[in-house]
C-alpha cells in the first residue's frame, strides 16, 4: 500500500554534538513516498556564525553523531532538493535515526542539527 510520510526537524545549536553557542535556527519539512523511494525536502535557516559549509541528512540517534546518508547541495538557504533512497535508509529515517545539520567554517562539525521526525 502505497503511503506519503509526512518529516520534519527542528534545528539548533543545542542539538549538536557537541553543543555550541551559535544563535542559528533553522527548520525543514519532508515527505517520503514509500513506493517510489523518494525523499523531498524544503527548508530553510537563519542567524548562522557565517555562511554555510555544507548541509547534509545524516545517519544517527539523538545525542550521537553519525556518517553523511544524503547530501543536500546547495547548502544555502532556503535547503530544496530530493533523493531515492535505498531500503535500508528508509528503514532509518522511517524509525527516526535520521538528523539533518548545517556546517560553517566556525563549527566544522554542524552549526545547527535537527532530528528528523513523523
Do not use: C
Not at 17 to 32: D, E, F, H, R, W
Not at 43 to 52: K, M, N
Not at 53 to 64: M, Q, W
Amino acid at each position: 500500500m502505497a503511503e506519503v510520510v509526512n518529516l520534519k526537524a527542528s534545528m539548533n545549536a543545542t542539538n549538536e554534538v557537541p553543543p555550541n553557542s551559535s544563535k542559528g535556527t533553522g527548520t525543514l519539512t519532508a515527505t517520503y513516498d514509500t513506493t517510489s523511494k523518494k525523499l523531498s525536502w524544503k527548508g530553510s535557516y537563519s542567524d548562522l556564525t557565517g555562511s554555510a559549509t555544507a548541509a547534509h541528512f545524516h545517519s544517527g540517534e539523538p545525542g550521537k553523531n553519525g556518517g553523511v546518508a544524503v547530501p543536500i547541495a546547495p547548502a544555502t538557504s532556503p535547503l530544496e532538493g530530493s533523493a531515492t533512497l535505498t531500503d535500508a535508509q528508509a528503514t532509518d529515517l522511517l524509525a527516526g535515526k535520521w538528523y539533518v545539520n548545517v556546517h560553517t567554517d566556525a563549527n566544522k562539525g554542524g552549526e545547527i542539527r535537527g532530528q528528523v521526525t513523523k
